[in-house]
């Protein structure tokens, strides 16, 4: 039932191995930045609400991370579209259109979930505790759904790259000050 979206899950997945290297230097070098910038430049010494301030950065600096790599896949799907042509592949594919979208939503949250293991990572380092507990995972595994399934609209409408850079500015742009 659903072997469209396992194989479309699974061709995205092969590719990610594929680049996994670059993946995760990409999505280790904004939060690093972030957490050096704000967390030991500006940040240094302050506190929030009685809390060491990277207590306070590193919750915000994952979800913003998690949001931009989840929703990164409309960039992914577009290079995808416009030149390999793979979108006309899956729509003759005997699957139905929704587990198109399944197959790269799970995907997308797969990369969303690389700059959470990171900054947990990044948090170790910095002695900082982060709790993940099971209302946090399910809230991160929604935030991820959510942006991902962004991603795939964004880039079903847009017509061009340009528009996709437009579509970024008004969408994700304001979202990474809102968290």
């Known amino acids: 039932m659903l072997f469209g979206a396992r194989g479309i899950f699974l061709r995205e997945i ?50 913003m991370a998690s949001m931009n790599q989840s929703y990164g896949i409309a960039t992914e799907i577009n290079i995808s579209r416009f030149y390999f042509k793979v979108f006309e592949e899956y729509l003759i594919a005997p699957f139905g259109r929704w587990q198109i979208v399944l197959g790269e939503m799970g995907y997308g949250m797969v990369r969303g979930l690389i700059p959470v293991v990171i900054i947990a990572f990044y948090s170790l380092l910095c002695g900082v505790s982060l ?43 304001p979202m990474m000050f809102l968290w």
């Open 14 to 63: 092969l590719i990610l191995r594929r680049k996994l290297i670059k993946t995760l230097l990409a999505s280790a070098v904004s939060p690093a930045l972030f957490l050096l910038a704000f967390g030991f430049g500006v940040g240094r010494g302050a506190s929030v609400g009685g809390h060491d301030y990277l207590s306070f950065l590193l919750p915000g600096l994952l979800t």
């Open 131 to 173: 709790h993940f507990s099971p209302a946090f995972v399910l809230a991160l595994l929604l935030h991820l759904a959510i942006f991902s399934l962004l991603g795939i609209l964004a880039a079903m409408i847009v017509r061009s790259h340009a528009d996709q850079a437009t579509v970024n500015a008004f969408l994700i742009t």
